[in-house]
């Protein structure tokens, strides 16, 4: 870690006891290195809902980070959805509806991971996975 001193600023060496230029006594002349600022981009698996009555309803990840917001990955896979102003949700109650929407977030999911998107623990519904990963610059 560099030493700078507080007076005149200089850089010193480790172990300086005082500043080689102005002789200020180094003590608490400590300035961290600044360490390059990490950006995170983020995105989270919604549920959209398509098709006639909601018949072709996928999931989609869409990103928000410094260079904007794009769509990340979306299923190929469709299930039954329903509209609701809450928020569109997969239809579990419909006969095979589970499975259906199952297999496209199992999708999702490789889909994500193969792109580098990194689970973050925070969940919304069952569907509602959060990711985030490091931006590319
Ligand atoms: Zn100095």
């Given at each position: 870690?560099?030493?700078?001193?507080?007076?005149?600023?200089?850089?010193?060496?480790?172990?300086?006891?005082?500043?080689?230029?102005?002789?200020?006594?180094?003590?608490?002349?400590?300035?961290p290195?600044?360490?390059?600022?990490?950006?995170?981009?983020?995105?989270?698996?919604?549920?959209?809902?398509g098709?006639?009555?909601?018949?072709?309803?996928?999931?989609?990840?869409?990103?928000?980070?410094?260079?904007?917001?794009?769509?990340?990955?979306?299923s190929?896979?469709?299930?039954?959805?329903?509209?609701?102003?809450?928020?569109?949700?997969?239809d579990?109650?419909?006969w095979?509806?589970?499975?259906?929407?199952?297999?496209?977030?199992?999708?999702?999911?490789?889909?994500?991971?193969?792109?580098?998107?990194?689970?973050?623990?925070?969940?919304?519904?069952?569907?509602?996975?959060?990711?985030?990963?490091?931006?590319?610059?």
């Amino acid at each position: 870690m560099a030493i700078y001193c507080m007076q005149c600023g200089k850089e010193l060496p480790d172990g300086a006891k005082f500043c080689l230029k102005c002789g200020n006594p180094v003590g608490s002349a400590v300035k961290p290195t600044p360490q390059p600022e990490q950006k995170w981009e983020y995105c989270e698996i919604v549920c959209k809902v398509g098709g006639f009555s909601g018949l072709k309803s996928y999931f989609m990840a869409q990103a928000t980070g410094s260079h904007g917001v794009y769509i990340a990955a979306r299923s190929t896979k469709t299930f039954y959805g329903i509209d609701d102003t809450g928020g569109d949700y997969p239809d579990t109650q419909a006969w095979g509806g589970e499975k259906k929407a199952k297999e496209a977030l199992d999708e999702m999911i490789s889909l994500l991971s193969a792109d580098g998107w990194a689970l973050t623990g925070d969940k919304g519904s069952w569907w509602q996975y959060k990711y985030r990963r490091r931006e590319r610059s």
